[in-house]
């Protein structure tokens, strides 16, 4: 047999098998999703109404004897107080709160030979997960509740069978898609007619 042919054959076999290890390993990916960030105390002061239990008096009403009628008349047998609460003046007064200074958020696609990281809170983007699909919306233009609507700049990860498939949409009806390689994990990518090229999620 001609020695060429016999490469041939051998480098479509490793094409093949290797083919099917990646397709069993994207089968078999799995996805992790982790919200974090880098929190800060902050401390200031604020100044406010001051406020206190103001009493009073006020008169109580019952039956009373009346010498000039030689009865019982309703009129006033004694008083009783009570209080008001009342601005008094203004107080200052210190307040704390924590708050995310860096949003450290993160997925992972794991294919079982390569993890893919995805730094969404690097790039301003809030994820959410099912098995098989990662939805990121923009904190920029989105309400940053890991699901895509029109007018948000999103970035969908979807699992298939043989590459993830990553669109940037923006609500539009025209995609453009691409291949490409991260960390030897085929990709499709795409993004759609209306998407923000500078909202992109990179995945690295």
């Keep these: 047999m001609n020695k060429k042919i ?4 051998a480098v479509a076999a490793a094409l ?5 290890a990646l397709y069993a390993q994207l089968s078999a990916v799995s996805i992790s999703n982790v919200h974090s960030c880098i929190e800060e105390t902050v401390t200031w002061t604020e100044t406010e109404p001051a406020y206190e239990y103001v009493t009073f008096e006020k008169p109580t009403y019952g039956q009373v004897w009346s ?8 009129g006033i047998t004694g008083t009783e107080q009570y209080q008001v609460l009342q601005q008094r003046g203004e107080k200052t007064t210190q307040k704390t709160k924590t708050v995310c200074t860096q949003d450290t958020s993160y997925a992972t696609l794991n294919t079982g030979f390569k993890t ?14 099912t098995e098989k ?5 923009n904190k920029k233009d989105g309400n940053s ?20 498939r990553l669109t940037y949409t923006n609500g539009g009806d025209r995609l453009l898609c691409y291949p490409r390689e991260v960390k030897g994990v085929p990709f499709e990518v795409c993004y759609d007619n209306l998407v923000d090229t500078t909202s992109f999620l990179e995945v690295r």
């Design 133 to 137: 699909q990662i939805v990121c919306d």
């Design 145 to 164: 509740d890991g699901i895509c609507k029109p007018g948000e700049s999103c970035a969908v990860f979807d699992i298939q069978d043989s590459k993830i």
């Design 116 to 129: 893919v990281p995805i730094a969404a809170g690097k790039y301003g983007f809030f994820c959410s997960n």
């Design 16 to 20: 093949i098998i290797s083919s099917l």
């Design 67 to 74: 010498e000039e009628n030689q009865t019982y008349e309703q």
């Design 6 to 9: 016999i490469i041939g054959i």
